[in-house]
């Protein structure tokens, strides 16, 4: 599975493809098309019963630089803290606090200008570790 970030002219969209092979068609500027996918949390997700195809190469879709900037920036935590539980978050924050708990788990203390909130890591992730002063890529992080 990999995670990609698609825009029309007017809205983006974030995307789970369950489908490596389909990779190469997740580019930047490329125009595509998909259909019969799934709209779960937040996500659109492609599976193998999903159709992604690439358009003619001189369709030029032209995407505002407000849009791409919406897609890619990080919301603020007094934002986030209003959202409910289940939504995904993707962003980059301030480590200010650490905690570890018997190898299992972290809490990061993240903050911005806006407020702080607690974040939990388990399994895999918790072999990557920040110190305070770090910055923290949260990715796909589900609210609870």
Do not use: W
Not at 12 to 30: A, C, M, Q, T
Not at 62 to 90: E, H, M, Y
């Amino acid at each position: 599975m990999f995670h990609a970030t698609v825009a029309t002219e007017t809205e983006f969209f974030r995307v789970k493809v369950f489908d490596k092979v389909l990779k190469e068609k997740f580019i930047i500027n490329n125009v595509i098309v998909i259909s019969d996918y799934i709209g779960r949390n937040g996500f659109l997700e492609i599976h193998s019963a999903s159709s992604v195809s690439e358009v003619n190469g001189k369709t030029v879709m032209n995407i505002p630089p407000s849009l791409r900037q919406r897609a890619n920036a990080t919301p603020k935590i007094n934002t986030i803290c209003t959202q409910r539980v289940g939504t995904f978050v993707n962003g980059v924050f301030a480590v200010y606090r650490v905690r570890l708990l018997k190898n299992e788990f972290i809490y990061y203390g993240i903050e911005d200008k806006t407020g702080k909130m607690e974040v939990v890591v388990h399994g895999q992730f918790t072999n990557m570790y920040c110190e305070p002063g770090d910055k923290l890529r949260l990715f796909c992080f589900e609210l609870s």
